[in-house]
């Protein structure tokens, strides 16, 4: 690819690490949602996609020395490159599995709130319906003793009169 071909990947490589961050902020936020409604300590926080991108920036970074320094090779660098290519894989594979596994949870627990709210309502519901039956018979008896106060003083009038 000659000398052309070593700078127009330089240039990708520095494209791809702009790519790289804007990609991790999408997937902490994604990571941060399919958490949020699960339990805390079900939260794998959203420091697992940054080790992705740290090893991708990593990768991109020795790939740009290996293509700055061609001709002479540098094999500890070259074989550091392609640990670090292994583990962005990695870590980018785990990132994936980690947001459908909360996806699934904060379906799950969602479901689950719901639920408990819904409980929480139809317990809520007694209470009120119980609270009314308990107000009505407390005004009830207040109407009866009053009419039988009423009684008792037409009936005290007319005694009287």
Known sequence: YGFK??????SLLVYDSGFLLARTVVLCLLMYYAFRSAPRWARPGVWIPMFSTAFDL??????????????????????????AILW??????????????GLLAGIYFGFHSLLADSVLMDKDKEKREMDRRHLNAAIQRAEETKARVNRESRKQSKKNA
Do not use: D, H
């Open 5 to 10: 071909g070593r700078l127009a990947y330089q």
């Open 88 to 101: 962005k894989w990695v870590w980018l594979w785990f990132t994936v599995a980690s947001l459908c596994f």
């Open 58 to 83: 990593f990768e991109n970074t020795l790939l740009y020395a290996l293509l700055a320094l061609y001709p002479r090779r540098i094999e500890a660098v070259a074989q550091l490159a392609a640990y």
